[in-house]
């Protein structure tokens, strides 16, 4: 069994004919449980969730369309989890909780991307990166990330390290293992699920979330995984899982987590 459950068809319309082409791409990754995961700051609908100068511009799109898209494909016989990737900001807790419940989600995928109003991954602020302690930013991320998981709200962690993705990377070793322990302790203690995710791979870090000690010290915590790409086109659907797959059995991960209607079953990796 192979998982994608991390993609985005939002450079098209929401329609099956755009949906089918990553489906298409599922099925020759030989990936049994394919999911889509759009933005939720693209949808009117979760206008409460985040509201910056940013996503403001960008909420555009109507959920309810989205989700047609995905019943649609399933009345025409494709086998598809219609997911959602949300922003964790502090405080968002309730308003969060509210619209997880207004769909029928089969995932929830918990993210960090903002640091206040840094959006560390977005390329237009990258050059904040160069005025910030490297350190700081980190700590302040996984410190953000911990009042993710303990808010119980989110079915699996968005790509756990991406707070590398320019590669500004903390030179001092025991200061990331320390981290690494203390998130995969919490990991475990919320009962959490994690992502491996190919999508650093094709960023300027060139490298998989989370890294190979992180995921060691979440294996350590028996923390269960699954596989996904990031795909924001259908080509990149599965991508890398060559590398992928070695890479979470190193680990010591030889199962999968599947979703559906919010309730996970385990499968063996492959
Ligand atoms: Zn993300
Ligand atoms: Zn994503």
Redesign the pocket.
């Known amino acids: 069994m192979l998982t994608d459950y ?1 993609t ?1 068809t939002e450079r098209g319309p929401y329609t099956v004919e755009w949906l089918t082409q990553f489906l298409d791409k599922a099925k020759q990754g030989q990936i049994a449980e394919y999911g889509v ?1 759009e ?1 939720a700051y693209r949808f009117k609908q979760a206008a409460s969730l985040l509201d910056n100068p940013w996503t403001r511009e960008r909420r555009t799109e109507d959920l309810d369309q989205y989700f047609e898209m995905v019943q649609e494909a399933r009345r025409a016989g494709h086998h598809v989890k219609f997911g959602i ?1 949300l922003d964790y900001v502090p405080g968002s807790e309730k308003e969060l909780a509210r619209f997880i419940e207004s769909y029928p989600f089969d995932y929830i ?1 918990g ?1 960090v991307h903002w640091l206040g109003d840094f959006g560390f991954d977005l390329l237009e602020m990258k050059s904040q990166w160069e005025n910030r302690d490297v350190e700081k930013t980190y700590s302040e991320y996984f410190s953000i990330l911990t009042q993710m998981v303990e808010s119980r709200l989110f079915d699996f962690v ?1 790509h756990a390290d991406v707070i590398k993705v320019f590669g500004y990377e903390p030179t001092n070793e025991a200061f990331l293992r320390s981290w690494y322990e203390r998130m995969a302790e919490t990991f475990a203690r919320y009962d959490s699920v994690i992502e491996v995710s190919t ?1 650093g791979l094709r960023k300027p870090v060139g490298k998989m979330y989370p890294a190979p000690d992180f995921l060691r010290a979440c294996r350590a915590a028996n923390v269960p995984i699954l596989l996904n790409s ?1 795909a924001h086109r259908p080509e990149d659907v599965g991508a890398d899982y060559d590398i992928a797959i070695p890479y979470a059995k190193a680990a010591g991960y030889d199962t999968l987590t599947v979703f559906t209607q919010r309730e996970r079953s385990t499968f063996p990796i492959g």
Do not use: L, R
Request: charged content about 20%; hydrophobic content about 20%; aromatic content about 0%.
């Open positions: 991390h985005h995961s933005h990737e995928i993210s968005g999508a990031d």
